[in-house]
């Protein structure tokens, strides 16, 4: 969080030739995509927030950062699994998220000129996570009072309308493809908990996702070249 922190500082006082910016925050849902719970794509299970910037270095495209925590649940008698619900797992995580990369504009998405300001958009780039660490053992969570890290490809749709000269809301829909088969507890790879108990399950060859879908809210401050002001 800090580091976090120290990132956003910078650029807002250490960026002389800025076009304009945008902080605000992100609420929403959270949900897992793995070998426990439900299948579905977006099927929020519990609560997220956090926060966003941007920098919008023109039209079409804004260099974003953002931080994010949340919580989801994973329960196999609420999945379509006839399988799944036999087993009736169920577990939580709770995961934080620091992400980078660039947001593309659909169409031309001018900030300096009076007006409605409307574009759909799509985000990539790089997710560093961390998460609860925890394993099943006969058909219970054993939580391990553990934490444990792992990088993510964000793929991210949305859209963002201008409500006045200051304020942006915008909604969008988040996939999170990780790099970690454990996010549901269902395959520990620390050796010092496989060895002695084996507690892998389900599809070990496909790693975990999460989703997160909700909204955003920004405010827009920053130095507007004149030569575009009524572009």
């Known amino acids: 969080m800090r580091i976090f922190s120290v990132i956003l500082l910078l650029l807002f006082f250490g960026v002389s030739n800025a076009q304009t910016f945008e902080v605000g925050v992100l609420a929403g849902g959270l949900n897992n995509i793995g070998d426990v719970g439900r299948t579905d794509f977006i099927m929020p299970s519990g609560f997220a927030y956090g926060g966003i910037f941007k920098w919008n270095k023109s039209k079409r495209y804004a260099w974003r950062a953002s931080v994010m925590h949340g919580k989801f649940v994973a329960d196999d008698l609420k999945s379509g699994l006839a399988s799944r619900q036999k087993r009736e797992l169920i577990m939580e995580n709770t995961v934080t998220e620091f992400s980078g990369g660039l947001e593309v504009n659909f169409t031309e998405y001018n900030l300096h000129r009076l007006g409605p300001a409307f574009t759909p958009y799509l985000y990539t780039g790089i997710t560093y996570f961390r998460y ?77 996702w999460y989703v997160f879908s909700g909204f955003t809210l920004t405010y827009t401050f920053g130095r507007k070249p004149c030569r575009d002001c009524f572009e």
Not at 133 to 145: C, P, W
Not at 167 to 179: K, M, V
């Open 132 to 208: 609860d660490y925890n394993y099943f053992e006969v058909g219970f969570l054993q939580d391990l009072d553990q934490r444990d890290g792992a990088f993510a490809i964000p793929m991210t749709v949305g859209l963002k309308y201008r409500l006045n000269h200051f304020f942006i809301l915008g909604a969008e829909i988040g996939a999170r493809y990780t790099f970690t088969d454990n996010l549901d507890a269902s395959n520990p790879e620390k050796s010092n908990v496989a060895v002695q108990i084996n507690p892998k399950f389900g599809n070990i060859f496909s790693d975990d």
